[in-house]
Each structure stands twice: as C-alpha cells, then as structure tokens.
C-alpha cells in the first residue's frame, strides 16, 4: 500500500538564489528580515507538522512556538537532546522519507529547510511556496560569512511546480508564488 501525505516545501530566496548565509561560528540564519515572507510562512506551519534539518532546527528553536506547529520533525544525525527542552513541549521527533509510512495519511507536513532537507523530501511533495526576496533586503554580511545559495531546489520548483502568485495585502516587498505539483 502506498500511502500519501499532504506535504509541501516553504522555500523563501532572494533574487539572486541565496536562502540563507552561513556565519563565521558555524550557525546559519536568514540574511533578510522581511515581515510579508514571515507572515505567509507561519500561515504556513500553521498545525501542520514542519520538517526541518538539524542546524535549521537550532536556528529556528527561539521561534518555533510562533509557528504553531503541530510538531516538529528533525532530519538529522546530529539530534542534540538538549534541543528538547527549547521545545517548550511541543511534539518532536526524528524522520526520513521511509518513516514518513508509519505517519496516517490525514497528517499534513511542511518542509522548512536547509538545502540537504529540501532535496531529499521535494520529490514527495504535493505542493510548493516560493517566495522570492528582492536583493535589496539582503543583510550586508561581517567578516567570515558567506551566503548560502540553493539555485538547483529553486529551479527544480519552478520546473515541476505550476506556480501561481498570491496576491494579499501585505506582499508589497516579496513575491509569494504557490501551486501544485505538475501531473505527467
């Protein structure tokens, strides 16, 4: 039996490709602080289970209970339980494509990041949101850090993705675009 899930990625990059940037300690983050791109995305993550990689995952931890989440996934091998605890109680756990079955199909999830994360999970997907961030909200980077760019996930979206742009009140500085997997 195959079983199919509700599952989306949420993918915000800049005009130029970049989807986060990589700081001289090691951690990563966003290099754009944008409230259009954070509004949609939490409607987003709204009581759906997110699915992020590890250094995501610690990154996102400060902000995961604005998110609302129903829980959050981790696909890492680097798991550190002390990310429990800055769960502040919500759900978690650990998975992969191949435990996505153990899940029951009425289970929606969505795919927050990193890069590794969204090529793994982006062939399951139903549907996408690709929101582009002009280059002018773009972080100026200090020493030691570079951006990270993810141009292979973008095109792969736009190739096999129908992508439509969402028109709201509050996207005067982004573009969101959503759609459903092309069928063949």
């Given at each position: 039996?195959?079983?199919?899930?509700?599952?989306?990625?949420?993918?915000a990059?800049?005009?130029?490709?970049?989807?986060?940037?990589?700081?001289?300690?090691?951690?990563t983050?966003?290099?754009?602080?944008?409230?259009?791109?954070m509004?949609?995305?939490?409607?987003?993550?709204?009581?759906?289970?997110?699915?992020?990689?590890?250094?995501?995952?610690?990154?996102?931890?400060?902000?995961?209970?604005?998110?609302?989440?129903?829980?959050?996934?981790?696909?890492?091998?680097?798991?550190?339980?002390?990310?429990?605890?800055?769960?502040?109680g919500?759900?978690?756990?650990?998975?992969?494509?191949?435990?996505?079955?153990?899940?029951?199909?009425?289970?929606?999830?969505?795919?927050?990041?990193?890069?590794?994360?969204?090529?793994?999970?982006?062939?399951?997907a139903?549907?996408?949101?690709?929101?582009?961030?002009?280059?002018?909200?773009?972080?100026?980077?200090?020493?030691?850090?570079?951006?990270?760019?993810?141009?292979?996930?973008?095109e792969?979206?736009?190739?096999?993705?129908?992508?439509?742009?969402?028109?709201?009140?509050?996207?005067?500085?982004?573009?969101?675009?959503?759609?459903?997997?092309?069928?063949?």
């Amino acid at each position: 039996m195959t079983v199919t899930h509700d599952i989306g990625v949420a993918l915000a990059v800049s005009e130029s490709g970049i989807v986060g940037f990589n700081r001289a300690d090691g951690t990563t983050g966003i290099p754009w602080s944008v409230p259009e791109d954070m509004i949609w995305f939490r409607g987003l993550c709204l009581r759906r289970n997110v699915i992020m990689g590890g250094k995501t995952l610690r990154e996102c931890l400060p902000f995961l209970k604005f998110w609302y989440p129903e829980a959050v996934y981790a696909y890492t091998r680097a798991f550190d339980p002390d990310w429990v605890p800055k769960l502040g109680g919500i759900d978690w756990g650990i998975i992969t494509p191949q435990r996505l079955k153990h899940h029951p199909e009425d289970e929606k999830f969505v795919v927050v990041g990193g890069a590794d994360t969204y090529r793994t999970f982006l062939p399951l997907a139903s549907w996408a949101s690709l929101t582009t961030i002009p280059d002018s909200e773009l972080a100026t980077l200090a020493d030691g850090e570079s951006y990270i760019y993810a141009k292979d996930i973008v095109e792969t979206i736009e190739k096999e993705f129908t992508l439509k742009k969402v028109v709201t009140q509050q996207t005067k500085t982004c573009v969101i675009r959503y759609g459903t997997r092309k069928t063949t």
